[in-house]
């Protein structure tokens, strides 16, 4: 035991002394040793990222279009509910005596009208009699659809097919016309909307495509297609965008769920390139990385500008004194100065498990 750990300090020791400085055999001098990495071209897309919301594709409150008592309701929360199907009445008798004094009145006019109409073709009345009598047969018929809408108005129905949210109201209580009594929702493909910061906004032309993630389902990303963007800021100068799911992927996600929004936007302008994100140090205020220069071992301050930190550590920049193939300084960058000459640590062997040699 006491020989492992001798070993372990040993290499320790090494591994310390060659990361700081190396001789060179045939001058005698000692550079320190860097690690080097390989300045890669970025996607011509640079992306965004933003938390959403999964929503329903229409979540409405439904109403009566006439007043009155509930007598019946006919689904409970959290029901699947089909189109056209009934939800909720109301009390109808008021409507069915209404409608049927109004139906009495509508067949005695009709009568009347009919046999002045009658005369009227045959020359044996005047046109003011003609008149009254057609526009009276105008007027009641549609005092009597008015009525019979009425009663129907009493029925409420599903709209589209989906899901019970909450119901508003009890049966036998009096609701006035237009009042909300059950929220809907629709069991259409689900919705993704998020808030979009003014500088961002001002991108959207830019925006290419869209995705979404969800941590309760790792390892699956959903396409999205754009619904639209608001015109107009809200209080907080955000503006929502509104997308749509496909539904070939499954599983769909639940209206209600958070997400995260990844935004596909072209890039313009200079080349965009990727370098490991140690590669970066700020001095001044200023954004720089070292580039190795393999013919003289020595290496270059570069300014670049950053665009924003991947997923895998990586950072995404712009440099005008940049190129693909470049060989970057990805570790030590804080222990060398301009125009230094430096020893490149060598790559690590592919024998050479864990790197521990």
């Known amino acids: 035991m006491k020989i492992y750990f001798h070993f372990i300090g040993l290499i320790g020791l090494i591994a310390l002394v060659s990361c700081t400085s190396k ?146 109201f009890d049966e036998h209580e009096t609701v006035a016309a237009g009042m909300p009594v059950i929220s809907i929702i629709s069991q259409d493909t689900p919705e993704v909307e998020l808030n979009l910061p003014a500088s961002e906004y001002i991108r959207r032309n830019t925006f290419e495509k869209f995705s979404c993630t969800l941590d309760i389902y790792p390892g699956k990303e959903y396409p999205l297609q754009l619904i639209g963007i608001t015109e107009k800021a809200n209080a907080n100068q955000l503006y929502a965008i509104h997308l749509k799911m496909d539904k070939s992927v499954m599983p769909l996600p639940s209206p209600g769920m958070n997400t995260m929004v990844s935004i596909y936007c072209r890039t313009e302008g200079q080349a965009i390139y990727s370098v490991p994100g140690s590669s970066v140090w700020q001095q001044d205020g200023q954004t720089y990385i070292y580039i190795y220069q393999q013919d003289n071992g020595q290496v270059r301050r570069t300014e670049v500008e950053c665009l924003r930190l991947t997923g895998n550590g990586d950072m995404l920049l712009r440099g005008e004194d940049l190129k693909a193939g470049d060989c970057v300084v990805s570790s030590g960058v804080h222990h060398i100065n301009n125009g230094e000459k430096v020893k490149a640590l060598p790559p690590v062997s592919a024998t050479n498990e864990g790197g521990l040699l």
């Not at 009566?64 to 689904?75: A, K, L, M, P, Q």
């Not at 067949?107 to 009345?125: D, F, H, M, P, S």
């Open 23 to 168: 001789t060179d055999n045939s001058t005698g001098q000692e550079y320190k040793t860097v690690k080097i990495d390989t300045v890669r071209t970025a996607s011509s897309l640079s992306v965004l990222q933003f938390p959403g919301r999964v929503k329903a594709a229409h979540d409405i409150n439904i109403a009566f279009r006439v007043s009155g008592t509930i007598e019946r309701i006919y689904v409970n929360e959290g029901a699947k509910v089909r189109k056209g199907q009934l939800l909720a009445r109301l009390d109808t008798t008021d409507y069915a005596v209404q409608l049927k004094a109004t139906e009495a009145e509508y067949q005695q006019v009709k009568g009347e009208a009919e046999r002045v109409i009658a005369l009227y073709n045959e020359g044996g009345t005047t046109p003011v009699a003609y008149d009254k009598a057609r526009y009276g047969l105008q007027q009641i018929e549609a005092k009597y659809k008015n009525h019979k809408d009425m009663l129907a108005y009493a029925y409420l129905y599903a709209p589209f097919d989906g899901y019970v949210q909450k119901t508003l």
